[in-house]
C-alpha cells in the first residue's frame, strides 16, 4: 500500500515567493486553460445568481474580472498583483464607481479593506500557489465578518486524470506534483480532506464542498484532443455536467466557508 503524503506537513515551512513576471508567462503558454477558466467561471457565476452578494471581494482577478458577467452588485473591489492583469481590469472598469482595483498582495492590502463589510470574498486559484496558505487564510480572516461567505477554489488532487495517473503508474499518488504544477510555481495539493482540514485548522468553518468538471486527461491531452476535434462542446458540456454524477472527481474543487 503506498503512503500517501499530508500536504498540510509542509504548508508551514514553505518560504517560497511565486515569480509573478515568470508566471505570466507560463500562465499564457498553458494549454486548455482557457477551457478549465470558462468551465471555473461558469459554476462561480451560478454560485453568484443563487447566493445574489452586494459586497465582493476577488482576490486575483486573471484576464476577465467578475464584473464583465456579473452586474447586480453594489460594490466589487479586486486584489490583483500581476500588472498585467490589474491594467485590464482597470480599462474594463473604466466609468463604474463601484469598482476598486488594487495592484497589491493580499497582506498589503488589508488597510484598505478594513470595515468593508464584503459578503462574499472569492479567492480563485489562489490557495495552492502561495508558500504560506494559512497567513492568506488569517489576512481572509481579518476582513471577514461572521455573514461573509468565503469561496476557496483550488485544483482537486483526487481528479479523475490525476487517479488514472496513479494507475498507470505515471505518479506515485495523487499528491505528487505534475509538470504543470511544477511551471505554475504551486506549493501544494489538495483534495476535499485536507483543503477542509487547513480551513478548520484556522478558524473557518466549511459548509459546502463540491468539485466540477470532469478532467478525463492531463491539460496537454485535453488540448490535443480539442485541436484534433476528438473533443466538442457537447462533450465539455458533458464533462461538466459529470460532476452532479462522480462528484468526487472533478478537476477543480471548490469549498464555501465561514469564520467561525
Known amino acids: 500500500m503506498i503512503a500517501i503524503p499530508n500536504p498540510l506537513k509542509k504548508l508551514l515551512i514553505i518560504k517560497k515567493m511565486i515569480d509573478l513576471d515568470n508566471y505570466l508567462i507560463q500562465y499564457n503558454k498553458l494549454p486548455f486553460e482557457d477551457i478549465q477558466i470558462r468551465y471555473r467561471r461558469k459554476r462561480v457565476l451560478e454560485l453568484l445568481k443563487e447566493i445574489k452578494p452586494s459586497n465582493i471581494l476577488e482576490i486575483g482577478c486573471g484576464y476577465l474580472p467578475l464584473f464583465c458577467d456579473f452586474k447586480k452588485f453594489r460594490k466589487i473591489s479586486i486584489i490583483e498583483p500581476v500588472k498585467t492583469f490589474y491594467e485590464n481590469a482597470k480599462e474594463k472598469s473604466k466609468g463604474d464607481p463601484r469598482i476598486k482595483i488594487y495592484n497589491k498582495l493580499l497582506e498589503n492590502s488589508l488597510n484598505d479593506l478594513r470595515g468593508s463589510n464584503f459578503d462574499f470574498i472569492i479567492a480563485s486559484s489562489l490557495l495552492h500557489e502561495v508558500g504560506n496558505p494559512i497567513r ?10 461572521f455573514n461573509t461567505r468565503i469561496c476557496i477554489i483550488v485544483p482537486n488532487s483526487h481528479s479523475f486524470h490525476r487517479l488514472l495517473a496513479v494507475a498507470m503508474g505515471l505518479i506515485k499518488n495523487e499528491y505528487e506534483k505534475s509538470n504543470t504544477q511544477k511551471k505554475m510555481q504551486q506549493a501544494t495539493t489538495f483534495d476535499k480532506k485536507t483543503l477542509c482540514k487547513l480551513l478548520k485548522d484556522n478558524g ?10 470532469v478532467k478525463p486527461l492531463t491539460h496537454e491531452q485535453m488540448q490535443k484532443g480539442l485541436d484534433k476535434k476528438i473533443f466538442n462542446e457537447e462533450i465539455l458540456d458533458g464533462l461538466y455536467k459529470l460532476s452532479k454524477t462522480l462528484p468526487d472527481i472533478g478537476s477543480e474543487l471548490m469549498v464555501l466557508a465561514r469564520k467561525t
Open 136 to 145: 492568506i487564510l488569517n489576512d481572509i480572516k481579518e476582513i471577514s465578518n
Open 204 to 213: 473557518l468553518n466549511p459548509y459546502s464542498s463540491e468539485t466540477y468538471f
